[in-house]
Protein backbone atom coordinates (compact mmCIF):
# COMPACT_ATOMS: atom_id res chain seq x y z
CA UNK A 1 0.00 0.00 0.00
CA UNK A 2 1.42 3.34 -1.09
CA UNK A 3 1.49 5.96 1.78
CA UNK A 4 -0.73 8.94 1.89
CA UNK A 5 0.75 11.76 -0.14
CA UNK A 6 0.39 15.69 -0.25
CA UNK A 7 -1.56 17.13 -3.42
CA UNK A 8 1.97 18.41 -3.94
CA UNK A 9 3.46 15.18 -3.96
CA UNK A 10 0.95 13.57 -6.67
CA UNK A 11 1.91 16.47 -9.09
CA UNK A 12 5.44 16.09 -8.80
CA UNK A 13 5.32 12.31 -9.10
CA UNK A 14 3.30 12.42 -11.94
CA UNK A 15 5.66 13.99 -14.08
CA UNK A 16 8.96 12.90 -12.66
CA UNK A 17 10.92 11.10 -16.29
CA UNK A 18 13.56 9.96 -13.52
CA UNK A 19 15.03 11.10 -10.45
CA UNK A 20 18.51 12.13 -10.65
CA UNK A 21 20.09 12.09 -7.46
CA UNK A 22 19.32 11.52 -3.83
CA UNK A 23 19.02 15.16 -3.18
CA UNK A 24 15.75 15.69 -4.70
CA UNK A 25 16.76 16.56 -8.03
CA UNK A 26 14.37 15.20 -10.77
CA UNK A 27 13.53 15.55 -14.66
CA UNK A 28 10.20 17.05 -14.73
CA UNK A 29 7.48 16.78 -17.88
CA UNK A 30 6.27 20.07 -18.05
CA UNK A 31 2.76 20.11 -19.40
CA UNK A 32 2.45 23.82 -20.99
CA UNK A 33 4.65 27.10 -20.63
CA UNK A 34 3.27 30.80 -21.07
CA UNK A 35 5.69 33.28 -22.44
CA UNK A 36 5.76 37.19 -22.65
CA UNK A 37 7.44 39.48 -25.14
CA UNK A 38 10.02 40.75 -21.97
CA UNK A 39 11.42 37.39 -20.67
CA UNK A 40 11.70 35.16 -23.45
CA UNK A 41 13.88 36.72 -26.13
CA UNK A 42 16.96 35.54 -24.70
CA UNK A 43 15.49 32.20 -24.93
CA UNK A 44 14.81 32.21 -28.35
CA UNK A 45 17.94 33.64 -29.43
CA UNK A 46 19.58 30.30 -27.82
CA UNK A 47 17.46 27.90 -29.69
CA UNK A 48 18.48 30.27 -32.85
CA UNK A 49 22.49 29.86 -31.68
CA UNK A 50 22.19 26.21 -31.04
CA UNK A 51 19.66 25.17 -34.36
CA UNK A 52 17.04 23.86 -31.86
CA UNK A 53 13.52 23.35 -32.89
CA UNK A 54 10.45 23.81 -30.36
CA UNK A 55 9.99 19.93 -28.86
CA UNK A 56 6.57 20.95 -28.63
CA UNK A 57 4.80 24.33 -30.15
CA UNK A 58 1.33 23.60 -29.04
CA UNK A 59 2.39 22.92 -25.16
CA UNK A 60 3.54 27.25 -25.65
CA UNK A 61 1.08 30.64 -25.36
CA UNK A 62 3.09 33.77 -26.23
CA UNK A 63 0.81 36.91 -25.12
CA UNK A 64 2.29 40.36 -25.25
CA UNK A 65 2.13 42.17 -21.97
CA UNK A 66 4.37 43.93 -20.27
CA UNK A 67 5.57 46.70 -22.40
CA UNK A 68 2.61 47.22 -24.40
CA UNK A 69 0.67 50.93 -23.90
CA UNK A 70 -2.74 50.97 -22.18
CA UNK A 71 -3.53 54.37 -23.72
CA UNK A 72 -7.59 54.12 -23.74
CA UNK A 73 -7.56 54.15 -27.89
CA UNK A 74 -5.44 50.85 -29.05
CA UNK A 75 -3.73 50.90 -32.66
CA UNK A 76 -1.03 48.16 -31.97
CA UNK A 77 1.85 51.32 -32.34
CA UNK A 78 3.79 51.24 -29.28
CA UNK A 79 6.04 54.32 -28.89
CA UNK A 80 9.17 53.38 -27.04
CA UNK A 81 11.40 52.05 -29.63
CA UNK A 82 12.88 49.11 -26.83
CA UNK A 83 9.39 48.03 -26.28
CA UNK A 84 8.51 47.54 -30.18
CA UNK A 85 11.70 45.87 -31.13
CA UNK A 86 10.66 43.42 -28.29
CA UNK A 87 7.28 43.12 -29.58
CA UNK A 88 8.56 42.69 -33.33
CA UNK A 89 11.33 39.81 -32.37
CA UNK A 90 8.66 38.21 -30.06
CA UNK A 91 6.07 37.75 -32.92
CA UNK A 92 9.26 36.82 -35.63
CA UNK A 93 10.02 34.04 -33.09
CA UNK A 94 5.91 32.56 -32.54
CA UNK A 95 6.11 32.81 -36.51
CA UNK A 96 9.52 30.61 -37.05
CA UNK A 97 8.58 28.23 -34.22
CA UNK A 98 5.50 27.99 -35.00
CA UNK A 99 4.07 29.39 -31.42
CA UNK A 100 0.63 30.64 -31.40
CA UNK A 101 0.82 34.45 -29.93
CA UNK A 102 -1.81 37.21 -28.67
CA UNK A 103 -0.24 40.32 -29.91
CA UNK A 104 -1.54 43.28 -28.90
CA UNK A 105 -4.38 43.41 -30.99
CA UNK A 106 -5.38 39.85 -31.00
CA UNK A 107 -9.34 40.44 -29.10
CA UNK A 108 -7.75 37.84 -26.43
CA UNK A 109 -4.79 39.98 -25.89
CA UNK A 110 -3.85 40.95 -21.54
CA UNK A 111 -1.78 39.68 -19.13
CA UNK A 112 -0.75 35.99 -19.21
CA UNK A 113 -2.05 35.00 -16.03
CA UNK A 114 -5.15 36.28 -16.59
CA UNK A 115 -5.15 34.88 -19.84
CA UNK A 116 -4.64 31.60 -19.41
CA UNK A 117 -7.10 30.48 -17.11
CA UNK A 118 -9.83 32.49 -19.28
CA UNK A 119 -8.58 30.22 -22.52
CA UNK A 120 -9.24 26.90 -20.46
CA UNK A 121 -5.07 26.35 -21.76
CA UNK A 122 -4.07 25.43 -17.75
CA UNK A 123 -6.62 22.42 -16.30
CA UNK A 124 -5.97 20.95 -12.94
CA UNK A 125 -3.27 18.22 -12.18
CA UNK A 126 -0.88 20.05 -15.06
CA UNK A 127 2.52 21.61 -13.94
CA UNK A 128 3.44 24.87 -15.67
CA UNK A 129 6.35 27.01 -16.12
CA UNK A 130 6.61 30.55 -17.46
CA UNK A 131 9.43 33.25 -16.88
CA UNK A 132 7.01 35.05 -14.38
CA UNK A 133 7.45 34.05 -10.91
CA UNK A 134 3.54 34.94 -10.47
CA UNK A 135 2.89 31.75 -12.35
CA UNK A 136 1.68 30.52 -9.34
CA UNK A 137 -1.50 31.43 -10.22
CA UNK A 138 -2.81 28.98 -11.43
CA UNK A 139 -2.35 26.68 -8.63
CA UNK A 140 -6.47 28.09 -7.85
CA UNK A 141 -7.46 25.77 -10.79
CA UNK A 142 -5.46 22.42 -9.44
CA UNK A 143 -2.69 22.86 -11.55
CA UNK A 144 1.28 23.27 -10.16
CA UNK A 145 3.01 26.75 -11.83
CA UNK A 146 6.06 27.98 -10.79
CA UNK A 147 8.07 31.08 -12.49
CA UNK A 148 11.24 30.22 -14.07
CA UNK A 149 14.51 31.84 -15.49
CA UNK A 150 15.34 32.93 -18.91
CA UNK A 151 17.64 29.50 -19.52
CA UNK A 152 14.66 27.50 -18.35
CA UNK A 153 12.54 28.89 -20.72
CA UNK A 154 14.84 27.84 -23.54
CA UNK A 155 15.22 24.54 -22.11
CA UNK A 156 11.51 24.45 -21.79
CA UNK A 157 11.00 24.82 -25.10
CA UNK A 158 13.69 22.75 -26.39
CA UNK A 159 12.50 19.24 -24.29
CA UNK A 160 9.38 20.14 -22.42
CA UNK A 161 11.68 19.05 -19.62
CA UNK A 162 13.63 20.84 -16.24
CA UNK A 163 15.78 19.60 -14.01
CA UNK A 164 13.82 20.30 -10.52
CA UNK A 165 14.52 20.28 -7.27
CA UNK A 166 11.47 19.14 -4.72
CA UNK A 167 10.27 21.61 -2.53
CA UNK A 168 8.71 21.51 1.32
CA UNK A 169 5.54 21.26 1.89
CA UNK A 170 3.33 23.95 3.90
CA UNK A 171 -0.08 23.75 4.48
CA UNK A 172 -2.20 26.93 5.53
CA UNK A 173 -5.07 26.23 6.55
CA UNK A 174 -7.67 29.25 6.78
CA UNK A 175 -10.85 29.29 9.01
CA UNK A 176 -13.07 31.57 10.41
CA UNK A 177 -15.80 33.78 8.16
CA UNK A 178 -14.70 37.37 6.37
CA UNK A 179 -16.37 39.89 7.11
CA UNK A 180 -17.74 42.48 4.71
CA UNK A 181 -15.52 43.73 2.43
CA UNK A 182 -12.53 41.74 3.89
CA UNK A 183 -11.39 39.93 0.64
CA UNK A 184 -8.75 36.73 -0.73
CA UNK A 185 -6.64 40.11 -0.74
CA UNK A 186 -6.15 40.38 2.82
CA UNK A 187 -6.08 36.97 3.96
CA UNK A 188 -2.73 36.60 1.90
CA UNK A 189 -1.69 39.82 3.08
CA UNK A 190 -2.27 39.02 6.23
CA UNK A 191 -0.14 35.75 5.69
CA UNK A 192 2.84 37.25 4.16
CA UNK A 193 2.55 39.59 7.05
CA UNK A 194 2.54 37.01 9.23
CA UNK A 195 5.02 34.53 8.21
CA UNK A 196 7.57 37.19 6.23
CA UNK A 197 9.09 37.67 3.15
CA UNK A 198 10.54 34.82 3.27
CA UNK A 199 8.43 32.55 5.17
CA UNK A 200 7.52 29.89 2.71
CA UNK A 201 11.42 29.88 0.81
CA UNK A 202 12.01 26.38 -0.42
CA UNK A 203 7.77 25.29 0.17
CA UNK A 204 5.39 24.84 -1.81
CA UNK A 205 1.97 26.00 -0.01
CA UNK A 206 -1.45 24.31 0.04
CA UNK A 207 -4.72 26.43 1.09
CA UNK A 208 -6.81 24.33 2.65
CA UNK A 209 -9.87 25.08 5.05
CA UNK A 210 -13.70 26.04 5.04
CA UNK A 211 -12.44 29.99 3.78
CA UNK A 212 -10.97 28.42 1.10
CA UNK A 213 -13.53 26.27 -0.49
CA UNK A 214 -15.95 29.10 0.22
CA UNK A 215 -14.16 31.74 -2.26
CA UNK A 216 -14.45 32.12 -5.70
CA UNK A 217 -11.88 30.67 -8.53
CA UNK A 218 -10.60 34.14 -9.20
CA UNK A 219 -10.43 34.95 -5.49
CA UNK A 220 -8.62 31.59 -5.15
CA UNK A 221 -6.29 33.07 -7.95
CA UNK A 222 -5.32 36.20 -6.08
CA UNK A 223 -4.50 34.25 -3.08
CA UNK A 224 -1.83 31.48 -5.17
CA UNK A 225 -0.54 35.04 -7.05
CA UNK A 226 0.66 36.69 -4.37
CA UNK A 227 2.45 33.48 -2.11
CA UNK A 228 5.55 33.82 -3.93
CA UNK A 229 5.62 37.16 -2.18
CA UNK A 230 6.02 35.19 0.99
CA UNK A 231 8.98 33.43 -0.79
CA UNK A 232 6.85 29.87 -2.54
CA UNK A 233 7.98 28.63 -5.32
CA UNK A 234 4.20 27.19 -5.95
CA UNK A 235 0.96 27.35 -4.21
CA UNK A 236 -2.20 25.94 -5.11
CA UNK A 237 -5.82 24.11 -3.78
CA UNK A 238 -7.36 21.16 -4.43
CA UNK A 239 -9.77 21.20 -7.62
CA UNK A 240 -13.28 21.37 -6.67
CA UNK A 241 -17.25 21.88 -8.24
CA UNK A 242 -16.14 25.53 -8.80
CA UNK A 243 -13.03 24.82 -10.64
CA UNK A 244 -14.55 22.79 -12.63
CA UNK A 245 -17.76 24.51 -13.46
CA UNK A 246 -15.19 28.04 -13.99
CA UNK A 247 -13.08 25.70 -16.92
CA UNK A 248 -16.00 23.75 -18.07
CA UNK A 249 -17.41 26.87 -21.13
CA UNK A 250 -13.59 27.87 -21.49
CA UNK A 251 -12.52 27.58 -25.69
CA UNK A 252 -9.85 25.30 -24.92
CA UNK A 253 -10.98 22.91 -22.02
CA UNK A 254 -11.71 19.39 -23.08
CA UNK A 255 -15.10 18.20 -24.65
CA UNK A 256 -17.66 15.59 -24.57
CA UNK A 257 -16.60 12.39 -23.27
CA UNK A 258 -13.18 13.84 -23.19
CA UNK A 259 -14.38 16.24 -20.47
CA UNK A 260 -15.81 13.50 -18.27
CA UNK A 261 -12.94 11.41 -18.32
CA UNK A 262 -10.77 14.69 -17.65
CA UNK A 263 -12.77 15.35 -14.58
CA UNK A 264 -12.57 11.73 -13.03
CA UNK A 265 -9.25 12.32 -12.85
CA UNK A 266 -9.29 15.38 -11.44
CA UNK A 267 -11.43 14.48 -8.87
CA UNK A 268 -8.50 12.47 -7.69
CA UNK A 269 -6.19 15.86 -6.86
CA UNK A 270 -6.48 16.41 -3.36
CA UNK A 271 -4.30 15.56 -0.12
CA UNK A 272 -5.22 12.11 0.97
CA UNK A 273 -5.77 11.90 4.50
CA UNK A 274 -2.79 10.83 6.78
CA UNK A 275 -0.50 13.07 4.62
CA UNK A 276 2.19 14.92 6.70
CA UNK A 277 3.34 18.29 5.85
CA UNK A 278 6.82 19.94 6.54
CA UNK A 279 5.49 22.58 7.89
CA UNK A 280 2.10 23.68 9.14
CA UNK A 281 0.13 27.30 9.69
CA UNK A 282 -3.07 28.76 10.38
CA UNK A 283 -4.92 31.89 9.61
CA UNK A 284 -8.25 32.80 11.65
CA UNK A 285 -10.08 35.28 9.64
CA UNK A 286 -12.80 36.20 12.14
CA UNK A 287 -11.30 39.32 13.47
CA UNK A 288 -9.30 40.31 9.86
CA UNK A 289 -9.58 43.65 8.76
CA UNK A 290 -8.86 45.00 5.29
CA UNK A 291 -4.86 45.17 5.09
CA UNK A 292 -2.61 47.63 3.63
CA UNK A 293 1.12 47.95 2.95
CA UNK A 294 3.34 50.95 4.57
CA UNK A 295 6.47 50.30 3.53
CA UNK A 296 8.73 48.76 0.97
CA UNK A 297 8.05 44.53 1.19
CA UNK A 298 4.74 42.95 1.03
CA UNK A 299 5.22 41.30 4.46
CA UNK A 300 5.46 44.91 5.83
CA UNK A 301 2.25 45.42 5.96
CA UNK A 302 -0.99 45.90 8.69
CA UNK A 303 -4.81 46.64 9.10
CA UNK A 304 -5.84 49.63 7.56
CA UNK A 305 -7.22 50.68 11.40
CA UNK A 306 -3.39 50.60 12.72
CA UNK A 307 -0.83 52.77 12.55
CA UNK A 308 3.04 52.88 11.59
CA UNK A 309 4.94 50.80 13.36
CA UNK A 310 8.13 52.52 15.52
CA UNK A 311 11.44 51.10 14.58
CA UNK A 312 12.89 51.62 17.62
CA UNK A 313 10.94 48.51 18.83
CA UNK A 314 12.63 46.66 16.65
CA UNK A 315 15.18 44.51 19.19
CA UNK A 316 17.41 43.22 15.94
CA UNK A 317 19.59 45.60 14.51
CA UNK A 318 19.29 44.52 11.19
CA UNK A 319 15.74 44.40 11.15
CA UNK A 320 15.33 47.74 12.55
CA UNK A 321 18.01 49.37 10.57
CA UNK A 322 15.74 47.84 7.61
CA UNK A 323 12.66 49.32 8.67
CA UNK A 324 14.11 52.54 9.42
CA UNK A 325 15.07 52.57 5.40
CA UNK A 326 11.34 51.71 4.46
CA UNK A 327 10.04 54.36 6.33
CA UNK A 328 12.69 56.84 5.31
CA UNK A 329 11.82 55.45 1.46
CA UNK A 330 7.99 56.03 1.70
CA UNK A 331 7.66 59.76 3.76
CA UNK A 332 6.43 58.47 6.91
CA UNK A 333 7.13 58.33 10.61
CA UNK A 334 6.46 56.65 13.38
CA UNK A 335 3.41 56.03 15.02
CA UNK A 336 1.36 57.70 11.88
CA UNK A 337 -2.40 56.64 11.37
CA UNK A 338 -2.04 54.62 8.27
CA UNK A 339 -5.39 56.13 7.56
CA UNK A 340 -3.86 59.59 7.57
CA UNK A 341 -1.32 58.97 4.55
CA UNK A 342 -2.58 60.79 1.29
CA UNK A 343 -2.37 59.28 -2.01
CA UNK A 344 -1.56 61.26 -5.58
CA UNK A 345 -2.74 57.99 -7.65
CA UNK A 346 -5.12 55.22 -7.39
CA UNK A 347 -3.80 51.99 -9.43
CA UNK A 348 -6.36 49.23 -10.30
CA UNK A 349 -4.69 46.79 -12.52
CA UNK A 350 -2.26 43.72 -12.42
CA UNK A 351 -2.55 39.68 -12.66
CA UNK A 352 -3.38 39.85 -8.87
CA UNK A 353 -6.56 41.84 -9.21
CA UNK A 354 -7.88 42.84 -12.55
CA UNK A 355 -10.32 39.74 -13.33
CA UNK A 356 -14.42 40.93 -13.78
CA UNK A 357 -15.07 39.97 -9.78
CA UNK A 358 -12.43 42.62 -9.17
CA UNK A 359 -14.06 44.75 -11.13
CA UNK A 360 -17.35 44.45 -10.09
CA UNK A 361 -16.57 45.22 -6.51
CA UNK A 362 -14.48 48.72 -7.55
CA UNK A 363 -18.16 49.42 -9.38
CA UNK A 364 -19.99 48.79 -5.57
CA UNK A 365 -17.85 51.31 -4.41
CA UNK A 366 -16.86 53.90 -6.81
CA UNK A 367 -21.07 54.26 -8.20
CA UNK A 368 -22.34 57.62 -7.50
CA UNK A 369 -19.19 58.45 -5.93
CA UNK A 370 -16.14 60.37 -7.42
CA UNK A 371 -12.34 60.40 -7.22
CA UNK A 372 -10.83 63.07 -5.31
CA UNK A 373 -9.52 66.25 -6.99
CA UNK A 374 -5.88 65.87 -6.09
CA UNK A 375 -5.81 61.75 -7.45
CA UNK A 376 -5.68 60.46 -10.54
CA UNK A 377 -6.79 57.16 -10.91
CA UNK A 378 -6.80 54.76 -13.83
CA UNK A 379 -8.54 51.51 -14.12
CA UNK A 380 -6.57 48.60 -16.40
CA UNK A 381 -8.66 45.33 -16.95
CA UNK A 382 -6.68 41.93 -16.76
CA UNK A 383 -7.58 40.98 -20.56
CA UNK A 384 -9.31 42.14 -23.20
CA UNK A 385 -12.23 39.80 -22.85
CA UNK A 386 -12.51 41.25 -19.62
CA UNK A 387 -12.60 44.86 -20.13
CA UNK A 388 -15.21 43.94 -23.42
CA UNK A 389 -17.19 42.35 -20.24
CA UNK A 390 -16.76 45.05 -18.15
CA UNK A 391 -18.12 47.65 -20.86
CA UNK A 392 -21.19 45.02 -21.65
CA UNK A 393 -22.09 45.23 -17.93
CA UNK A 394 -22.08 48.64 -17.55
CA UNK A 395 -19.05 49.07 -15.15
CA UNK A 396 -16.71 51.09 -17.46
CA UNK A 397 -19.33 53.40 -17.32
CA UNK A 398 -19.52 53.41 -14.06
CA UNK A 399 -15.64 54.38 -13.71
CA UNK A 400 -15.71 57.15 -15.78
CA UNK A 401 -18.47 58.52 -14.36
CA UNK A 402 -16.54 59.04 -11.11
CA UNK A 403 -13.59 60.04 -13.16
CA UNK A 404 -11.12 57.06 -13.44
CA UNK A 405 -9.19 56.59 -16.44
CA UNK A 406 -10.45 53.06 -18.20
CA UNK A 407 -7.51 51.89 -20.21
CA UNK A 408 -6.59 48.76 -22.61
CA UNK A 409 -5.38 46.05 -20.99
CA UNK A 410 -1.70 45.05 -19.84
CA UNK A 411 0.84 44.87 -16.89
CA UNK A 412 0.63 48.96 -17.02
CA UNK A 413 1.84 50.30 -13.53
CA UNK A 414 2.67 46.92 -12.12
CA UNK A 415 5.90 47.39 -12.50
CA UNK A 416 6.50 50.39 -14.69
CA UNK A 417 7.51 48.88 -17.78
CA UNK A 418 5.59 51.27 -20.08
CA UNK A 419 4.30 54.47 -20.07
CA UNK A 420 2.30 53.97 -17.06
CA UNK A 421 5.14 55.25 -14.56
CA UNK A 422 4.91 57.11 -11.22
CA UNK A 423 7.10 60.29 -10.76
CA UNK A 424 9.48 60.65 -7.94
CA UNK A 425 7.47 61.13 -4.73
CA UNK A 426 4.28 60.09 -5.98
CA UNK A 427 2.53 58.06 -3.68
CA UNK A 428 -0.17 55.39 -5.06
CA UNK A 429 -2.90 53.36 -3.68
CA UNK A 430 -2.50 49.80 -5.78
CA UNK A 431 -4.16 46.40 -6.06
CA UNK A 432 -0.92 45.28 -7.30
CA UNK A 433 1.21 42.85 -5.90
CA UNK A 434 5.03 44.48 -4.97
CA UNK A 435 5.68 47.44 -3.21
CA UNK A 436 9.34 47.23 -3.74
CA UNK A 437 11.38 50.56 -3.87
CA UNK A 438 11.02 51.90 -7.82
CA UNK A 439 8.50 49.37 -8.45
CA UNK A 440 6.30 51.98 -10.49
CA UNK A 441 8.35 54.29 -11.05
CA UNK A 442 12.02 55.63 -9.22
CA UNK A 443 11.52 57.19 -6.19
CA UNK A 444 7.88 56.29 -6.09
CA UNK A 445 5.61 55.11 -3.31
CA UNK A 446 3.61 52.22 -3.55
CA UNK A 447 0.94 50.84 -1.30
CA UNK A 448 -0.72 47.52 -1.65
CA UNK A 449 -4.34 46.87 -0.90
CA UNK A 450 -7.68 45.12 -1.95
CA UNK A 451 -9.26 46.61 -5.40
CA UNK A 452 -12.06 47.92 -3.35
CA UNK A 453 -9.77 49.87 -0.93
CA UNK A 454 -8.04 51.21 -4.10
CA UNK A 455 -11.34 52.64 -5.04
CA UNK A 456 -12.03 53.80 -1.45
CA UNK A 457 -8.41 55.83 -0.94
CA UNK A 458 -9.16 57.01 -4.60
CA UNK A 459 -12.52 58.63 -3.58
CA UNK A 460 -11.11 59.94 -0.27
CA UNK A 461 -7.93 61.05 -1.38
CA UNK A 462 -6.41 58.67 1.12
CA UNK A 463 -6.18 55.38 2.38
CA UNK A 464 -9.77 54.47 3.98
CA UNK A 465 -11.26 51.69 5.49
CA UNK A 466 -13.52 50.73 2.78
CA UNK A 467 -16.17 49.67 4.95
CA UNK A 468 -16.61 53.23 6.47
CA UNK A 469 -17.15 54.51 2.69
CA UNK A 470 -19.28 51.77 1.90
CA UNK A 471 -21.52 52.23 4.72
CA UNK A 472 -22.03 55.86 3.55
CA UNK A 473 -25.51 56.79 1.85
Known amino acids: MTSPRTLYQKHIDSHTVCTLDDQGHVLLYIDRQVANEYT ?23 VVDHVNPTTPRRDGTLPDAGGARQVAYFAENCRDFGIELFDVLDPRQGIEHV ?17 DSHTTTYGALGAFGFGIGTSEIEHVLATQTLVYKRLKTLRVTV ?13 IMALVEQIGASGATGFAIEFDGPVITALSVEARMTLCNMAVEAGARGAFMAPDDKVFAYLKSKPRAPKGALWEQAERAWRTLYTDQGAVFDREVLIDVDALEPMVTWGTSPDQAAPVSGRVPDPAQQADPI ?5 QRALNYMGLHAGMALSDITISHAFIGSCTNARIEDLREVAKVVQGRHVASSVRA ?30 QSGCSMCLAMNDDVLAPGDRCASSTNRNF ?3 QGAG ?25 VAQEA
Open 175 to 187: TGQLGPCVTAKDI
Open 319 to 323: LRQGL
Open 115 to 131: VAPEQGFILPGMVVAAG
Open 444 to 468: ARTHLMSPAMVAAAAIRGHLVDVRH
Open 40 to 62: SPQAFSGLREAGRSVWRPAATLC
Open 378 to 407: MIVPGSTLVRAQAEAEGLARIFQDAGFEWR
Open 437 to 439: EGR
